[in-house]
């Protein structure tokens, strides 16, 4: 018989409860106690989700971050926060934010752990940080208390655990030292760990290794096979687990490597599942990841069971079937969307439809198609639906693709033209200060927000609702000195779905969210179809901004390639002609603002990065088409016109050069919680055009003091012409409050205003 499983569940719930519960525990407005039992009953329900299956997993839920909870699993725990007095509750808060409940004081307590993203994806991880004299001991009291408690409720419980080496590849060391002289340490604790877990009537632990979808050198391949050689002897069974990617070069150590089973993103690698099943000794079992736990449309079963069908006669009970990778990546529920187009919504699966198509999988296989014969038949009539509709496919649009021109990518002048021509007009003082976009949306602007979606609140009480945001927004600004303005963004509930809801080929959820980070959900929206723009966008909010001073005010965009990563994509066709038709439309949009008067124009490429694809040999494909569908959107606009960007919580150092090509006039980057670590590529390369390196890290409450901001910016000008560096935050302001904003950005006004006074002394002298 097939078996089933689940790599892994979402963890917000279906009406982000975990969100709620946490932000009001910040606030101090609810117990520890209060918050782990709603953590209990999140669980519990999730199980219940799950409860179809043959095993379900537990350890997968966290209250931020799995691999921070890894972090203190293995007591690997920053010296700066194991100091501090408090539970440990209070320790890994302040991890994982640079602060807890119990710190009172309007300073932070810590300097939070970096963050970046996990692989290719949105999601966002606390990074390791190891040392030389870094001692590991084992803690694994919450795992545990999570087994136990799904134990309770589910015959077989599968606990998941971040493998060793993926764990070392993920952090970093800060003091140069090898990450892998520490492998020996680490793996007495993870045999302490499992010989623990078998202590508690585990029978079978998933041990995720992502790296191996990595191109490895041979050190971390030999770091494979010592680890696992080395844990063979425990009494528990490994279910090797990797995703986001094929093995390639690394299928032979996969298979070899001495574990009781291997799972396979079989949606990802389809060719490699005969090589796997060659290779793979007889007596291990092969999960097969066949449904997209990483995408929302429903799963043609009829071919999946075209080629999976064979693969069971060979494998039989050595076959488990799961989705690609956690579900932690999509929605929980699609029933939960009652207000979808009901032909949408046909084509859509979230987490519990996709567990749902496993089960039907598994029982087509063990008791033939004809025991599913029903289900079968809707899911072909759906499969047929969207390719079929004339809702997809825009004759317009594809035309429009063919008539790109290589011209259509490139600014009319080079950048040390345009940027004489923008000092003489903006006429900025050194280190010119400003944000990233948007400022705190308080309840007051979600309410309104709300009340005019639901009709309880008529378009020009609205809209003058919104002005007077505005005004505020900009009166804010110029009482704190900033050099460039924002208006704000208080009209936009998101970056990626406020400009979507206004282009065809988008739909929306009510329910659709997703973790970011900690608390941070996002509601990725659905491009389903050909996108084209309309109607200006933007044009009226920044138009009215600009009206109210006479400082420069940035108009704030979203970029195509943006767009596109932060969206759940049409899988019918290439990502990169999407990608273009977004470009296509954000280029309208730019030329709309051009001409309503605005010279400053930020294109937020946030999600640049994240659109890698994991082997590197594979970049430069990537980067081509996403850098240029970046030009096609912001180039085709005067030298007068300065073109910003952003990116934020990604290791840049990398692609800088391919950052350079999009030939932006000003990038601002994340660079606060890395301590400027972003400033090593220049050391090797000449960043030509003007770059804002972060300096306030706004995924934390604290407030940095001037002193600290001085010191990353003396660091910056070290390597980056003065004349071409800016000051900002890491990030957009909308989750941080204005009790916050207000003195963190007047320190940073201080830090800039100083830093200017001294190289100003320094050249007089």
């Given at each position: 018989m097939v078996t089933t499983h689940n790599l892994g569940f979402p963890r917000i719930g279906r009406n982000r409860e975990l969100k709620f519960a946490l932000e009001t525990y910040w606030k101090?407005?609810?117990?520890?106690?209060?918050?782990?039992?709603?953590?209990?009953?999140?669980?519990?329900?999730?199980?219940?989700?799950?409860?179809?299956?043959?095993?379900?997993?537990?350890?997968?839920?966290?209250?931020?971050?799995?691999?921070?909870?890894?972090?203190f699993m293995l007591g690997n725990v920053p010296e700066r926060v194991g100091a501090l007095a408090g539970s440990e509750l209070d320790s890994y808060f302040r991890v994982a934010r640079g602060r807890s409940p119990a710190d009172k004081a309007a300073c932070g307590c810590v300097h939070a752990g970096e963050m970046t993203k996990w692989f290719d994806t949105n999601y966002h991880y606390i990074v390791p940080e190891f040392a030389s004299d870094t001692c590991f001991s084992l803690n694994a009291g919450r795992l545990l208390d999570q087994i136990y408690q799904a134990q309770r409720m589910h015959p077989k419980v599968k606990p998941v655990i971040l493998g060793p080496v993926s764990y070392l590849w993920l952090g970093k060391s800060k003091d140069d030292s090898d990450k892998l002289e520490l492998l020996d340490a680490l793996l007495a604790i993870y045999a302490q760990l499992l010989n623990e877990l078998k202590i508690a009537g585990i029978d079978w632990v998933q041990i995720d290794e992502p790296v191996l979808v990595m191109e490895l050198s041979e050190s971390w391949k030999h770091a494979l096979r010592q680890a696992y050689y080395q844990l063979q002897t425990t009494p528990?069974?490994?279910?090797?687990?990797?995703?986001?990617?094929?093995?390639?070069?690394?299928?032979?150590?996969?298979?070899?490597?001495?574990?009781?089973?291997?799972?396979?993103?079989?949606?990802?690698?389809?060719?490699?599942?005969?090589?796997?099943?060659?290779?793979?000794?007889?007596?291990?079992?092969?999960?097969?990841?066949?449904?997209?736990?990483?995408?929302i449309w429903r799963t043609d079963l009829t071919a999946v069971l075209d080629w999976l069908e064979p693969v069971h006669v060979r494998l039989r009970d050595r076959l488990w079937l799961a989705p690609s990778c956690s579900l932690l990546h999509v929605p929980v529920d699609a029933a939960s969307e009652t207000k979808l187009d009901r032909e949408i919504y046909s084509w859509l699966a979230f987490a519990v439809q996709k567990l749902d198509e496993v089960a039907v999988l598994a029982k087509a296989l063990n008791h033939g198609r004809e025991s599913v014969t029903d289900i079968l038949r809707d899911n072909r009539a759906a499969i047929s639906s969207r390719k079929q509709s004339s809702r997809v496919h825009q004759p317009?649009?594809?035309?429009?693709?063919?008539?790109?021109?290589?011209?259509?990518?490139?600014?009319?002048?080079?950048?040390?033209?345009?940027?004489?021509?923008?000092?003489?007009?903006?006429?900025?003082?050194?280190?010119?200060?400003?944000?990233?976009?948007?400022?705190?949306?308080?309840?007051?602007?979600?309410?309104?927000?709300?009340?005019?979606?639901?009709?309880q609140l008529a378009e020009t009480d609205y809209r003058r609702a919104m002005q007077q945001e505005i005004e505020r927004c900009v009166r804010e600004q110029e009482a704190l000195g900033?050099?460039?303005?924002?208006?704000?963004?208080?009209?936009?509930n998101d970056m990626v779905e406020y400009f979507g809801e206004h282009l065809d080929g988008f739909a929306f959820t009510q329910f659709g969210w997703v973790q970011s980070y900690g608390s941070r959900c996002v509601k990725p929206p659905v491009i389903y179809g050909d996108v084209s723009h309309g109607q200006p966008i933007t044009t009226e909010w920044i138009q009215y901004a600009q009206s109210l001073t006479g400082k420069p005010m940035k108009g704030m965009l979203t970029g195509p390639v943006t767009m596109l990563n932060w969206s759940f994509v049409r899988d019918d066709q290439l990502r990169s002609e999407t990608c273009l038709q977004l470009a296509l439309a954000i280029r309208d949009e730019v030329s709309a603002l051009e001409q309503a008067g605005i010279r400053m124009i930020q294109i937020d490429e946030a999600a640049l990065r994240e659109g890698l694809p994991l082997r590197k040999s594979q970049w430069n494909t990537y980067l081509d088409w996403a850098i240029r569908a970046f030009r096609i959107a912001a180039n085709g606009v005067a030298d007068q016109t300065q073109i910003h960007t952003h990116m934020c919580y990604s290791e840049f150092n990398d692609i800088i050069e391919a950052i350079a090509r999009m030939d932006a006039d000003v990038i601002t980057i994340e660079t606060s919680r890395s301590a400027m670590e972003l400033l090593d590529a220049f050391d090797r390369f000449q960043y030509p055009n003007e770059i804002g390196p972060g300096v306030y890290d706004i995924h934390s409450p604290n407030i940095p003091s001037v002193d600290s901001i001085v010191r990353l910016l003396e660091k910056a000008a070290r390597r980056i012409p003065p004349e071409r560096l800016w000051v900002n935050p890491d990030c957009g302001l909308k989750t941080r409050t204005w009790e916050e904003v207000k003195p963190a950005l007047s320190n940073m006004i201080t830090a800039s205003r100083q830093l200017a006074n001294q190289l100003s002394r320094a050249a007089a002298s």
């Open positions: 101090g407005e609810q117990t520890e106690h209060a918050l782990l039992e709603t953590a209990d009953t999140l669980r519990r329900r999730h199980w219940q989700d799950q409860a179809q299956l043959d095993w379900i997993p537990a350890g997968d839920f966290s209250l931020y971050d799995h691999v921070l909870d890894t972090s528990v069974k490994l279910l090797l687990t990797t995703y986001f990617g094929q093995l390639q070069d690394n299928l032979q150590l996969a298979c070899e490597l001495p574990v009781a089973g291997l799972h396979l993103d079989a949606v990802n690698a389809p060719d490699e599942v005969a090589k796997v099943i060659d290779w793979l000794p007889v007596h291990k079992i092969l999960s097969l990841g066949v449904v997209n736990g990483r995408n317009p649009v594809k035309a429009r693709l063919q008539q790109i021109t290589n011209a259509m990518g490139n600014r009319r002048s080079p950048y040390p033209q345009r940027a004489t021509v923008q000092q003489n007009q903006f006429r900025l003082p050194l280190f010119p200060t400003t944000t990233i976009g948007s400022f705190p949306q308080t309840q007051q602007i979600r309410q309104t927000r709300r009340d005019f979606r639901a009709g900033l050099d460039v303005l924002v208006h704000g963004e208080p009209e936009r």
